[in-house]
C-alpha cells in the first residue's frame, strides 16, 4: 500500500515569490492534514481538510492556505513568501476524521532566499 | 491553551537499557487525547499510540510501554531492552474535544540514541 507522496521535495524559492506543494493521501483515507516543522517552533498544526471542507485552521497567516480535491489529495499554497517559512511541510493523511492517528510523508523541504 | 512538555532535549542510553521518555500535558478539557509519534532519521514521522483522556490503563506492546497519569499530567513512554532501531526523535502530542481532530499540539521533542 502506497504511503503518503507529497512533491515536491525540495524547493528553493525567493522573497515575495509563492508556492504550491501538493499531498496525495493514502488510498481510502479521507482526512488530510498539514503542518509545519521548523528547529525553532518545532511541529505546527497548518489546517485540516475532510470531504473537501477545512476543519480546523492554526494560527498561522492568510498567506497560508489549502484546499482539498473531490479524490481526497490535498494542496496547500503560501502567498509572498518570507525568509521564515523555510521548513519542512509535512502532509498526513487518515482514514477518518478526527482519529488522529496520521500517517505522515516525508515532507516537502522549502528553503526561501 | 493547550500545550505538551518534553522536558528531555536529548537522551543517549547504552544498548539493552531501559529508558523513560516523559511528557507533561496542559489543557481546559476534560476529553482529550495523547499521542506518541515517532521521527527516525529517515525522516517520516510514525504513529505508535493514541489514548483518550477516560482510559488511564497502562498499555504494553511489546517492549513498549505507556503510563497515564491524569493526576499529574503526565504521560510517559517507557522502551525496555532498548535497541540501535530505537534511535529516533520521539513527539508527544495531544489534542482537546470529545470528537477529536487532526489539529495535534506536539510537544518539543526527545531525541533519543541508543548507542550499540
Known amino acids: 500500500k502506497a504511503g503518503v507522496t507529497q512533491t515536491p521535495r525540495y524547493l528553493i524559492k525567493t522573497r515575495g515569490q509563492q508556492v504550491t506543494l501538493s499531498c496525495s493521501p493514502i488510498?481510502?483515507?479521507?482526512?488530510v492534514s498539514w503542518y509545519q516543522q521548523t528547529p525553532g517552533q518545532g511541529l505546527q498544526f497548518l489546517f485540516e481538510?475532510?470531504?473537501?471542507?477545512q476543519r480546523n485552521k492554526g494560527n498561522f497567516p492568510g498567506r497560508f492556505s489549502g484546499r482539498q480535491f473531490s479524490n481526497s489529495r490535498s494542496e496547500m499554497n503560501v502567498s509572498t513568501l518570507e525568509l521564515g517559512d523555510s521548513a519542512l511541510y509535512l502532509c498526513?493523511?487518515?482514514?477518518?476524521w478526527g482519529t488522529g492517528e496520521l500517517f505522515f510523508g516525508e515532507g516537502s523541504r522549502l528553503t526561501v532566499l | 491553551a493547550q500545550k505538551v512538555t518534553q522536558a528531555q532535549t536529548e537522551i543517549s542510553v547504552v544498548e539493552k537499557e531501559d529508558v523513560t521518555l516523559d511528557c507533561v500535558y496542559e489543557t481546559r478539557d476534560t476529553t482529550y487525547y495523547l499521542f506518541w509519534y515517532k521521527q527516525p532519521p529517515s525522516g517520516e514521522l510514525v504513529f505508535l499510540i493514541r489514548?483518550?483522556?477516560?482510559?488511564?490503563q497502562n498499555e504494553i506492546s511489546g517492549r513498549y510501554s505507556w503510563n497515564f497519569q491524569k493526576s499529574t499530567s503526565s504521560f510517559n513512554f517507557t522502551i525496555t531492552a532498548s535497541q540501535v532501531v530505537d534511535s529516533a526523535v520521539y513527539f508527544c502530542?495531544?489534542?482537546?474535544?470529545?470528537?477529536?481532530?487532526?489539529?495535534?499540539?506536539f510537544g518539543t521533542g526527545t531525541r533519543l540514541t541508543i548507542i550499540p
Open positions: 502530542a495531544l489534542s482537546e474535544g470529545s470528537r477529536g481532530n487532526e489539529k495535534l499540539t
Open positions: 488510498s481510502g483515507h479521507r482526512s
Open positions: 489514548r483518550n483522556s477516560f482510559d488511564e
Open positions: 481538510y475532510f470531504s473537501e471542507t
Open positions: 498526513a493523511s487518515s482514514l477518518d
